[in-house]
């Protein structure tokens, strides 16, 4: 089992940065694709970025191109979100996500992964 957890959320203005955090815990994740979804209200849950498992291919959803950056330290068990130039239509509840497989259609669906974390609420203000 894989538990993970979620952290680095909060309230920030428009054009702000977050880094999120996901460590997790019960077994390494360094053989895993590691994701980041988030969920607005009333919305369902949408992909946001992923990352394999060697850490050196990634894939963003066109709506945080160039603003968001995935990343990984294996020897930390860990997988981060750099979230720069915040928009007030990303806010919502942030979840990371690991996957056993997957290719790049794959990973960009959340049915793909296996173990959640609880989420982290990330809020921008305009």
């Known amino acids: 089992q894989v538990q993970l957890v979620e952290s680095g959320g909060g309230l920030v203005q428009a054009g702000g940065s977050l880094r999120l955090s996901c460590v997790a815990s019960g077994r390494t994740v360094s053989t895993y694709h590691m994701g980041w979804f988030r969920q607005a209200p009333g919305k369902e849950r949408e992909f946001v970025a992923y990352i394999n498992s060697g850490g050196y291919g990634t894939h963003y959803a066109d709506s945080v191109k160039g603003r968001f950056t995935i990343s990984r330290d294996n020897a930390k068990n860990a997988v981060y979100l750099q979230m720069n130039s915040l928009k007030p239509e990303d806010t919502a509840v942030y979840y990371c996500?690991?996957?056993?497989?997957?290719?790049?259609?794959?990973?960009?669906?959340?049915?793909?992964?296996?173990?959640w974390g609880q989420g982290t609420q990330v809020t921008v203000s305009s």
């Open positions: 996500g690991a996957a056993s497989y997957g290719t790049l259609i794959l990973l960009s669906r959340d049915t793909t992964y296996t173990y």
